[in-house]
């Protein structure tokens, strides 16, 4: 395609040099920015501009083919391959006066695109760290883990107004690149389950139960480890690790190391759940039956039967062993022990809440063996 203009030294030709690909290919991809332009709209802007006079060529270009017209056309054919050659070489695929127009993005390639460039979420994977992870509310209860296990958490919240007391906290958070957010009560109350949730919570990894030989093998001369046959609720079992924490009692036997992890209960224990340490046994007779091998006395509780506690001499170790409020100790766990205590007292009621009668019962043996 030609374009020209007159000055005063007579015609001069612009030329547009275009590229081999875009003579080969039907049509060009118009102009994405305006929506002109392309191949067809080129074609019919010289058609337009030739005018009558590409007719009148084509008349006497017929008049003056003949018999060497054969030979020509080979001829042609022969230059033009050259030509294409040298226009090749001398790098014209790469000239800077092409102007190279990307066709436009739709919004299902780009879709693909971006969806193709993230890894796939795997749910089981999701729901296995679900299943790893728990979450931890109130003060104390924060500031005793934050203490104690920092690399166990995960994720954080906090309102404004306790923001001064977890300085340290949030320093540590931001140089280990833990997520941590500041925010309103009510959003705090979503992402901890509760409104108590006393201004803070943690999701943190939950700390897996130790094994009876693994206790056994560090065990101190003076030990006193607590067993909890079935005892589930989180209040109870909150009361109960506050009450071994401050007489020093640190191992717990229990069915399920991850009740002692809950965030009523951990919140409930007000820090004293960093103290304690979850033991976990074959099967909870079987853990009994560990600890008495390697020399504990197994102790068990009634409300009606065994030595009163003021007239008992507590060992220095021995395993105490409660059950839930309803029903007590199951017959199989009671026949375990090789002594039997009662707290006394009016009998206006039938028994004491088990997490009191537990801070009674190791209240005592402190003060024996302390």
Known sequence: MNDEFKGKSGKVKVMYVRGEDEGQKGSRAPNPRTGKGGRTAA??????????RSGRNNEEGGRNAGPRGGRNSEEGGRSAGRRNDRESSRGYEDSPWRTVSRPPVSEESL?????????????????????????????????????????SIVRAWFVQSVTPRFRETLRWLAANRKAYHVVEDAELAKASGTEHHGGVCFIIKKRMGMAVSEWLSQAEAKDCVLALE??????NLGGIMRSCAHFGVKGLLVNDASLLESGAAVRTAEGGAEHVQAISGESFSEGLEAF????????????HEGTPLAKAELPAKMVLVLGQEREGLSDSAFQQGDMSLSIGGTGNVESLNVSVATGILLAEWWRQNA
């Open 292 to 303: 008495r091998k390697a020399g504990y006395t197994i102790v068990t509780t009634s409300s």
């Open 230 to 235: 079935d005892v589930s609720n989180p209040h």
């Open 43 to 52: 074609r019919q802007e010289d058609n337009r501009r030739s005018g009558p």
């Open 111 to 151: 879709s693909d695109e971006v969806g193709s460039s993230k890894p796939a979420i795997d749910p089981e994977q999701i729901r296995r760290q679900r299943q790893e992870e728990t979450r931890v509310y109130g003060e104390n209860a924060c500031q005793a883990l934050f203490q104690s296990r920092p690399e």
